[in-house]
């Protein structure tokens, strides 16, 4: 379906001949294929938040839904990524593209060409559900990959290889009642949409942050969350490096939502040079940053905040750690 502009303003965009569109679709705007997303339909009208600069856009422009929400892609590749807030991954940018990334540039946001080597855990004739482990991929030399059954399958495992395969190759095949199916190291997930889970377990352990004036006076929780409240230069963003650097944690998921440029700029230069205390390999080894500058869209900073905590987060990893350490939980 192809609509037409009747209003810019700013990131916001009203377009008309939208009516078969559904809330949350993501859309190419204009020539440019500039990303954006629907957030109100009204008739055959739809607002949609423009990602990127919306500057020399004006009424008339195409605008063609993908029928798709904004999803995040799920496989080995994540861990060392920087990735933008809708998960376009930036080193490839900046080598495609150079220092100055112009609007509506696309690119795969994981490395379709790049081989793993998948282990199975799980044998030909198990029943296997959703969130069970099928494999595994030593993503990086300190974090195992768990490959799971994609949500909404469940059946009798008919086979499963091991080898090299890239995320697209199909590593194994399902008996479910809709027929074989078959399933590879990458699935997609909607950024807005909360991941399914079995149980929720309150928590019950401290998390150590490696701060001594947080956990002493204000203690958080394995499991739990905390805010960092205060105005503009009071430290929140050097308590967010500590913690991301020091504290009790496997995989680190830096959401730089909103930063100064030159405090994401000492991140990205901080992160890799520095030395894991954990494992003594570089902290890069077990983080995926997003950066999400202060001068980006506010749509695209609030599209990071759901890209790392529905998204990123939910995949399951596992820290190989030094003979004598005790692992944490992530």
Not at 28 to 45: A, W
Request: glycine fraction near 10%; charge should be neutral; charged fraction near 25%.
């Amino acid at each position: 379906m192809v609509g037409k502009t009747v209003k810019v303003s700013g990131p916001l965009i009203v377009a008309e001949n939208m009516a078969d569109c559904k809330m949350y679709d993501v859309v190419q705007v204009s020539d440019l294929k500039l990303i954006g997303e629907i957030i109100e339909l009204r008739g055959d009208k739809a607002s949609i938040q423009v990602y990127e600069e919306t500057s020399g856009l004006g009424p008339g422009e195409d605008v063609v839904s993908t029928g798709e929400p904004l999803s995040a892609e799920l496989a080995p590749g994540l861990i060392t990524g920087i990735f933008d807030g809708i998960q376009r991954p930036l080193t490839t940018l900046y080598f495609q593209y150079g220092s100055r990334i112009s609007r509506g540039v696309s690119v795969n946001r994981l490395d379709r060409e790049k081989k793993w080597h998948f282990t199975p855990t799980a044998k030909v004739g198990d029943s296997v559900e959703a969130g069970d482990i099928l494999g595994v991929v030593q993503e990086t030399e300190i974090v195992e990959h768990r490959i799971l059954v994609p949500h909404g399958i469940e059946g009798k495992l008919l086979s499963i290889e091991e080898g090299d395969f890239t995320i697209e190759e199909t590593i194994a095949h399902i008996k479910t009642e809709k027929g074989d199916t078959p399933v590879c190291m990458l699935q997609k997930w909607p950024v807005r949409k909360g991941r399914p889970y079995r149980e929720k377990l309150s928590p019950d352990r401290p998390m150590v942050t490696g701060q001594r004036v947080v956990d002493t006076l204000f203690p958080i929780a394995r499991g739990g969350v905390a805010a960092v409240p205060g105005p503009f230069g009071s430290g929140k963003t050097v308590v967010q490096h500590q913690l991301a650097k020091w504290a009790d944690a496997d995989i680190i998921v830096y959401i730089g939502c909103g930063e100064r440029g030159n405090e994401m700029t000492d991140v990205l230069n901080e992160f890799p040079a520095l030395k894991d205390p954990k494992t003594g390999e570089p902290l890069m080894k077990r983080t995926v940053l997003i950066a999400n500058t202060s001068d980006m869209p506010v749509a695209a900073r609030e599209a990071s905040i759901y890209t790392g905590i529905w998204a990123i987060t939910s995949q399951s990893w596992r820290i190989r750690r030094p003979a004598g350490r005790k692992r944490s939980a992530r």
